[in-house]
């Protein structure tokens, strides 16, 4: 009898084991994806539909519901079009146990929405995006890169110093930051740099696969940008504002108000004059910060998309800089720092838009 419960016993723990779950890791309108007006599909009565964009790595999936039209976008990403008012999706597979979702609020027609879909054991705070060289063949070069998760949250932006110490341009101010985004686990390496633009485009200073690219103008980064995207066939990648910046360094979510990225100890976390007298060092050598992003703090200064301003004086909601200027941004400091305060999660300077310099690169965002 004992044998036969315990035969029993580690046959339903299998069943469970076996039987996890799909699980919705984010949902959220989107009020910049115009989609759901731009390709618009009508229900049976002709009122237009919401737009739900799924992000699910399962192959042959099924969506019920109160849904008009299904539609695969390529490898992972599917536009569900749900009839206005509808308050569930329920997304059917062969690998795992239906998934009914309820949405935290009813859908609404012409409005576009976001939702990811995670399988057991993917880790929902780091994501992997996958870019594809587009050779004439069904194979292709592929290149795999670690984005980390920073939260919506809102925090205190600027020179932390105090008033008599703060930058004039960088006076304290709160910022909301309304939804998540992912942000590079560590630079740009030249050996992304060189599958994205070639090696001839490589012009750093120190070279190595797995060195942060350097020798990089805002305008170099933004033909990067527009390169990289081609090779993405999910959501977008582009350079952090330098609020979305700011808050990733500072540890996102989980911040511990520390002096720079990770630590209150420099030598811990960064690559500087002091402790880098031959120059850049690999990326991911250093300790991370709070949310496991590395070297933002030191080894080579990283743009960001903003033209520079003074900051507000009032709390911001997702601050995009000015529409113009002359100046963008560089942030983070590098390894020929020799003032402390250059590596400040909080510290800014200026750069030229169109000029490269040694020891300035850059580092990614992704949204959906």
Not at 32 to 48: F, Q, T
Not at 81 to 107: C, E, H, M, W
Not at 173 to 187: A, K, N, Q, T
Not at 213 to 223: G, I, P
Request: hydrophobic share 35%.
């Amino acid at each position: 009898m004992k044998k036969f419960l315990l035969l029993a016993l580690g046959v339903f723990m299998s069943v469970v084991a076996g039987a996890q779950n799909l699980k919705v890791s984010d949902f959220h309108a989107d009020g910049s994806d115009l989609s759901a007006a731009v390709e618009r599909v009508d229900d049976l009565n002709g009122e237009p539909c919401a737009l739900v964009k799924v992000s699910l790595s399962v192959e042959n999936p099924e969506f019920e519901g109160d849904v008009v039209k299904a539609v695969s976008k390529g490898k992972s990403e599917y536009w569900v079009y749900i009839v206005d008012g509808s308050g569930y999706l329920n997304i059917k597979t062969d690998d795992y146990p239906a998934l009914r979702y309820d949405f935290p609020q009813s859908v609404k027609g012409k409005q576009t929405y976001i939702m990811d879909v995670i399988r057991p054991g993917e880790n929902p705070a780091r994501r992997v995006i996958t870019l594809k060289y587009d050779d004439g063949t069904d194979e292709g070069a592929v290149y795999k890169m670690n984005m980390i998760l920073c939260k919506a949250g809102r925090y205190e932006m600027g020179d932390s110093r105090g008033p008599e110490y703060a930058e004039s341009d960088a006076k304290q101010h709160w910022v909301r930051l309304s939804r998540d985004f992912y942000i590079g686990e560590c630079e740009v390496t030249q050996d992304l740099w060189e599958f994205v633009m070639g090696a001839d485009a490589n012009n750093s200073t120190k070279r190595g696969a797995k060195f942060p690219v350097d020798n990089v103008s805002y305008e170099m980064a933004q033909q990067f940008v527009k390169s990289i995207n081609k090779m993405v066939s999910l959501g977008v990648l582009r350079l952090p504002t330098e609020a979305e910046w700011e808050y990733a360094a500072r540890g996102a979510h989980k911040m511990t108000r520390t002096r720079y990225a990770g630590s209150d100890k420099l030598d811990d976390v960064a690559w500087f004059y002091e402790n880098a007298p031959d120059g850049m060092h690999k990326v991911m050598q250093k300790a991370p910060n709070e949310v496991g992003i590395y070297d933002m703090s030191g080894n080579v200064w990283e743009l960001c998309q903003d033209w520079k301003e003074d900051y507000k004086t009032k709390e911001v909601v997702d601050p995009q800089g000015p529409d113009s200027g002359k100046m963008r941004l560089r942030r983070g400091g590098s390894y020929d720092s020799k003032n402390y305060d250059e590596l400040r999660v909080d510290y800014r300077r200026r750069v030229e838009p169109t000029r490269a310099f040694p020891a300035i690169g850059l580092r990614l965002v992704w949204t959906r």
